[in-house]
């Protein structure tokens, strides 16, 4: 195909997986998931604290993805000849920085300004992901190296969001963000010492950006993509009340379900993460799909704890590695444009969620939750036919 944009040289990887870098990269974002998702565990005691209501204090996790949605597609555009492990560690500070001001801060505006901050934070970690991993991997195991960032994820599901709110409780929730501050500018001198030089890849420009959307294959992928993390957090963010359909069942019940979505998932970044460099295609096609048999299972066997108990664990298995999935996708297809297809991943990634946030409250006040499920069950399915397509496309320079 022909392009007026400069044609960059793809980023050189190592013939071995470097473990040291890729393990601090994990802990980078562990730390950052960690960070974006506890006041949703210390909901109530923040609102009290500061003297609002739970649904004010709840748009701290909004405006974190509200930044991430702008800063994810510019960041590589803004800082376009920045080292990008210079960038991590900047991202690094920013979020032991905006953690600090929560635990500080008397006032919700205060706060908020501050998950902003988080956000820009998380939106540069995510958007610079791939190039990262070519850097700590040979071409060949580039979904292997993406794996570490996805695998602190699920770790943050299972352990770090209920770390932080057992210490809330112990103690106060100011200080589980403070605790969360102090490690994460830790981890990142760690990110200094331990990875080699990052320099930018391919995002130095909106037309370098524009012309990797005009590539074969790449918008119908953007939008399966959206589609598929749409249908998910439509679905998942009213999770609860899909389970609450199970006649008697209790609040420790519950707790033990959602439990098992991150089990899942932390087991599917394993596992997928070692096949997905040579069955992404599928992957690409199977992990939705089986997304959304999992969700019509909860919606269909309500009676069945056990078979509920499957679905969710099957739900978090798929999910947590479909990052993964679609950046490896990036990755053997624009080996030349992996920031501009990372930061264009990222960017439907939270798209989806600002969207599933703003209307998903709307539909199940007004239809009821298992309306919702049935149209995240459709938006998985359309999505995964999408991408399934998109993966037929050549990649660059070869059609």
Do not use: C, K
């Not at 998931?33 to 923040?46: D, H, K, R, S, Y």
């Not at 969360?180 to 420009?205: C, E, F, N, Q």
């Not at 069955?279 to 969700?295: D, E, K, T």
């Not at 299972?297 to 739900?315: G, N, Q, R, Y």
């Amino acid at each position: 195909m022909t392009t007026t944009a400069p044609v960059p040289t793809p980023v050189a990887g190592p013939s071995v997986l470097r473990y040291g870098g890729l393990i601090v990269v994990m802990l980078l974002s562990f730390l950052l998931v960690t960070a974006e998702f506890l006041p949703n565990g210390v909901l109530t005691e923040m609102a009290a604290s500061l003297g609002v209501t739970p649904g004010q204090a709840g748009q701290t996790v909004t405006v974190t993805a509200l930044a991430g949605l702008l800063f994810a597609p510019t960041i590589g555009l803004l800082l376009p000849r920045l080292d990008r492990r210079t960038l991590l560690v900047g991202a690094a500070a920013a979020a032991a920085l905006s953690s600090l001001v929560v635990a500080l801060a008397p006032s919700l505006p205060a706060i908020l300004v501050a998950r902003f901050l988080l956000g820009a934070a998380i939106s540069s970690f995510w958007s610079m992901s791939i190039t990262v991993a070519a850097r700590l991997a040979s071409p060949d195991r580039i979904g292997r190296a993406l794996m570490f960032g996805s695998a602190g994820v699920s770790l943050a599901t299972v352990a770090g969001v209920p770390i932080g709110v057992a210490l809330s409780e112990l103690l106060d929730w100011r200080l589980a963000f403070l605790a969360i501050a102090v490690v994460t500018a830790a981890v990142g001198v760690a990110v200094r010492l331990a990875l080699p030089p990052v320099p930018p890849a391919a995002a130095s420009s909106l037309g370098i950006l524009l012309d990797t959307l005009r590539r074969p294959g790449v918008g119908g992928a953007m939008i399966g993509h959206v589609l598929v993390v749409l249908g998910h957090f439509v679905a998942y963010t009213y999770v609860r009340l899909s389970l609450e359909r199970i006649p008697d069942i209790d609040a420790g019940t519950i707790v033990l379900l959602l439990a098992l979505f991150g089990v899942g998932g932390l087991i599917g970044n394993i596992v997928v993460g070692v096949v997905v460099d040579r069955a992404f295609r599928r992957l690409a096609v199977a992990g939705p799909l089986v997304i959304a048999a999992s969700i019509a299972a909860l919606v269909l066997l309500p009676d069945a704890v056990v078979a509920v108990a499957i679905a969710v664990a099957v739900w978090g298995f798929f999910f947590s590695s479909w990052l993964i999935i679609v950046n490896t996708w990036v990755g053997h297809y624009m080996p030349d444009r992996l920031e501009a297809g990372g930061s264009l991943m990222v960017s439907g990634f939270q798209l989806a969620i600002v969207i599933a946030a703003g209307v998903g409250g709307i539909l199940v006040d007004a239809a009821g939750v298992v309306t919702v499920d049935a149209i995240g069950v459709a938006l998985l399915v359309v999505g995964a036919v999408l991408f399934g397509l998109s993966v037929r496309a050549p990649r660059a320079g070869r059609g």
